[in-house]
Nanobody, 123 residues
Framework: QLQLVESGGGLVQPGGSLRLSCQAS????????IAWFRQAPGKEREGISL????????YYRDSVKGRFTIYREVPKETVYLQMNSLKPEDTAVYYC????????????????WGQGTHVTVST
């Protein structure tokens, strides 16, 4: 059974950078779409970026385009989210998730979820 563990969150100043990690175990990521979601206090969980693991295709929400990059390190079965030029609006709990081919931007399309990692962007 696939398991996902996020890490890398923390407190960062506006304009700073963080790299989040999503390490998989129990199965190869080749069969999945991997997505990063985030949930700010009082808001719905929203998809930020997704990667079709086997193909390497990537997609981004408009609000993070040009600032965030999703990529996979295959030997480590880890997907990363490099976040640059962070803004206070990026403050949220960030989750990685895995779903079958065809999964896109909706939370109910994903079967496996990590525990979440907190990102706070503040002075």
């Amino acid at each position: 059974q696939l398991q996902l563990v996020e890490s890398g969150g923390g407190l960062v100043q506006p304009g700073g950078s963080l790299r989040l990690s999503c390490q998989a175990s129990g199965d190869t990521l080749d069969d999945y779409v991997i997505a990063w979601f985030r949930q700010a206090p009082g808001k719905e969980r929203e998809g930020i970026s997704l990667l079709i693991a086997r193909e390497g295709g990537t997609y981004y929400r408009d609000s993070v385009k040009g600032r965030f990059t999703i990529y996979r390190e295959v030997p480590k079965e880890t997907v990363y989210l490099q976040m640059n030029s962070l803004k206070p609006e990026d403050t949220a709990v960030y989750y990685c998730a895995a779903g079958p081919w065809g999964a896109a931007w909706q939370t109910d399309q994903y079967t496996y979820w990590g525990q979440g990692t907190h990102v706070t962007v503040s002075t």
